[in-house]
């Protein structure tokens, strides 16, 4: 690996840290101020939203642009998210401007590495980029728990200016106006990563119909890019996994939150805790994977899907912080195994049909997609007064149930589609194997 690729991890980690903290922050926030319980698993499918309806324009803006700098303006827009949860605006609001920059941020993260690395260093980049993805999780729950607990938000109150009142009166404020450094921190590393020497795809423009127009123009190439995709007989099955698997996981981590306080009491700092702890196994995963497994073999590894959804179902019945800690370490492994060989296949099939930026972008919208809708469910459902055991049974159920089918779909491929699912297999395995 590179040089420019550690600057690229390193912009990651510190970004997807602030992005993790301030979601506990942002719970704690509503709670503080009287918000239902609805209120803040809406925050998820929140911050999913500007990725589906940005999703035809981010990757074409990501191709169009030096990759380090699309990172750097995402993460100005994720600062003005945080400064207005700060100044008053709804946290609901707030934080869907900081999906709007996560939105932008994504394409250019993950399309640099296609641009920077062979494609035999694809698997390995995504496990690095997946694990310390996680480890960011980790240590962004944990922190926003801190920061918003007893001890360390007393410190941070108890600051006194002389001259202004900066009217940051309450603990998440107080975490909320730390983030905004680490955001920045985030940016300075963007302003480090080098230009990767690959020609710029421009913006289709029309300058007698302004801009307006022109972003419109951009919706028909998207729509012709994620019809490629679920169209290739290998892009549609790492597609639909890594849709799955991140829609579920994306929900997943406000549902531990409710389910640590259902089933074990814990207040939001103890319970940001255990987020950590699906993050680290998934972290595992993700790392073993990157070591073990190989573009060509990644579709193999579907039934550990199928066992993730009984895991989650296997949740209801524990009780016992001591036994919760290590099966959910096991349940991320096991995601962090499944979903980094199809990350790469995924963005392997995608960059050789239409390019990194809108591959990613294409990504995003059928994940986002998937966490909005399921994340809108579980918001409406606990507004009609579900409790964390009955979404826990339903997303265990759902998760198995349509890992079973992608499985079985892969399978009929491969028998009625069989000379061009090989021949993509061949391409993965020439590509893996080409330095």
């Known amino acids: 690996m ?71 303006i995402s993460n100005g827009i994720k600062v003005i998210g945080c400064l207005m949860m700060l100044f008053g605006t709804h946290p609901l609001l707030s934080y869907a401007v900081v999906g709007l920059g996560a939105a932008a941020y994504s394409p250019a993260k993950y399309g640099i590495l296609t641009e920077l690395l062979p494609a035999s260093q694809l698997v390995k980049a995504n496990g690095w980029i997946e694990g310390l993805t996680i480890a960011s999780i980790i240590l962004g729950v944990v922190l926003g728990g801190q920061l918003v607990g007893h001890h360390i938000a007393g410190v941070l109150l108890s600051c006194d200016f002389p001259i202004f009142d900066t009217g940051i009166d309450t603990a998440p404020e107080a975490a909320i106006s730390i983030l905004v450094f680490v955001y920045a921190l985030a940016a300075w590393f963007n302003t480090r990563i080098p230009q990767t020497g690959v020609e710029m795809v421009p913006l289709k423009s029309n300058t007698q119909h302004g801009l307006i127009y022109n972003l419109i123009a951009l919706a028909p190439d998207f729509w012709r890019c994620n019809t490629l995709l679920w169209r290739d007989k290998l892009g549609q099955i790492s597609l639909a996994t890594t849709t799955l698997f991140w829609g579920v996981s994306g929900n997943l981590r406000y549902i531990v939150l409710a389910w640590s306080a259902a089933a074990l009491g814990y207040s939001t700092s103890q319970a940001s805790g255990l987020v950590g702890v699906v993050a680290i196994g998934t972290a595992v995963g993700a790392v073993a994977a990157s070591l073990k497994m190989k573009l060509d073999t990644a579709t193999r590894l579907m039934p550990l899907g199928i066992a993730m959804g009984g895991l989650v179902l296997a949740m209801n019945f524990i009780t016992n912080v001591w036994v919760a800690a290590p099966f959910l370490i096991m349940l991320g492994a096991i995601g962090g195994f499944l979903v980094v060989p199809m990350n790469a296949l995924l963005q392997h099939r995608g960059h050789n049909l239409m390019g990194a930026g809108r591959s990613i972008a294409v990504q995003n919208f059928n994940e986002q997609a998937c966490i909005l809708a399921l994340g809108g469910l579980y918001s409406f459902s606990t507004g009609m007064g579900l409790s964390a055991f009955a979404a826990i049974t339903g997303f265990g159920l759902l998760v198995g149930g349509l890992m079973w089918w992608i499985k079985k779909w892969h399978e009929s491929n491969t028998v009625h589609h069989a000379d061009e699912v090989n021949r993509l297999l061949d391409i993965a395995r020439s590509d893996d194997s080409h330095h």
């Open 2 to 72: 590179n040089r420019g690729f550690y600057t690229i991890m390193a912009a990651q980690f510190f970004s997807s840290l602030a992005d993790n903290a301030l979601f506990v922050a942002a719970v704690e926030l509503i709670k503080a101020s009287g918000g239902a319980e609805w209120e803040r698993a809406a925050l998820v499918p929140m911050f999913a939203l500007f990725y589906v309806i940005l999703a035809p324009f981010v990757g074409a803006f990501a191709d169009s642009q030096p990759k380090g700098r699309v990172m750097f």
